[in-house]
Structure formats: C-alpha cells, structure tokens
C-alpha cells in the first residue's frame, strides 16, 4: 500500500511539473505589464507631477466629481486632473481593482480615516471583502 501511494505521490508531482513547465512555455515572451502594474506606474507619473500635502482625515464627497481605483492597499480618488487623494488601507479592498464596487456607510457628505468599506461583487451582490479607510493625503497641482 505504501508503494502504491509513493508511485501516485511521484506520479502527481512529475504531472505538476509538467503542467507548471506547459504554462511557462505559453506565458514566455508576454513582458507586458498586467492592469496593476500600469495603474501602480501611471499612479506615480501623476504624483510626480503634484505635491502633496499635509494628511487629512476626511474627505467631501458631496458635490464632486470622484472617481475612485484600487492599487494593492491603497484607495486612490481622483478628483480632476489636479488633485487626488490616496488613502493606504488595512488590505481587503482589492477587488475594486477587478470590478468589485466599493459601499461605505458615511453617516454624513464625508468619508473618513477609520470609516469601513465593504467591496462587494457587481453582478452577484455578494461580499468580497472589506477594509478600514485610512487617513488620506492630498496631491495637487504644483
């Protein structure tokens, strides 16, 4: 019996090698840069062409024109060209960057470091995640 599993565990691996070897030799010579990649370097071309500013706790959401895109932990609203707002997060609300819609419960017009979001699936409605709001820093135009 023993022979029998060790046969099937060397068996296994030699398939996983196999399938690990096929998906590298698909994937080779693909050097372009994946969605986060060139979200996270347009990012840092748009902050190199801003100055930031003193941290802030909230935001007004009222009356403005926000968007809104996930880059790993960080939460970026854009609000214009000129100026936008970047909250680092506790991590959960990533799936904003594939879809996900982000729901925060603002008992007010302004979202604030410590206010949770929740992302959750845009044809399921289902919860994906959530994270804690932190606080955020103001980029605008130099």
């Given amino acids: 019996m023993a022979r ?3 046969t099937f565990a060397l068996a296994a691996m030699a398939g996983a090698a196999a399938v690990a070897a ?3 030799a ?3 010579g693909t050097d372009r840069p994946g969605p986060q990649e060139r979200d996270r370097a347009q990012l840092e071309r748009d902050l190199a062409r801003l100055t930031p500013q003193p941290q802030v706790d909230c935001i007004d959401t009222r009356f403005r024109t ?3 895109r996930a880059i790993g932990d960080k939460l970026v609203y854009r609000e214009g060209r000129n100026r936008i707002y970047v909250s680092n997060t ?3 609300c990533e799936g ?3 879809g996900d819609m982000l729901v925060t419960r603002q008992f007010g017009p302004r979202l604030c470091r410590g206010d949770i979001a929740e992302t959750v699936d845009r ?3 289902f919860p ?3 994270c804690v709001i932190g606080a955020f820093t103001p980029y605008v135009a130099k």
């Fill in 123 to 125: 044809t399921a409605r």
């Fill in 22 to 24: 096929t998906g590298c």
């Fill in 96 to 98: 904003v960057a594939r």
């Fill in 4 to 6: 029998v599993l060790t």
């Fill in 66 to 68: 926000i968007s809104l």
């Fill in 26 to 28: 698909t994937g080779a």
């Fill in 90 to 92: 506790n991590g959960g």
């Fill in 128 to 130: 994906t995640g959530s």
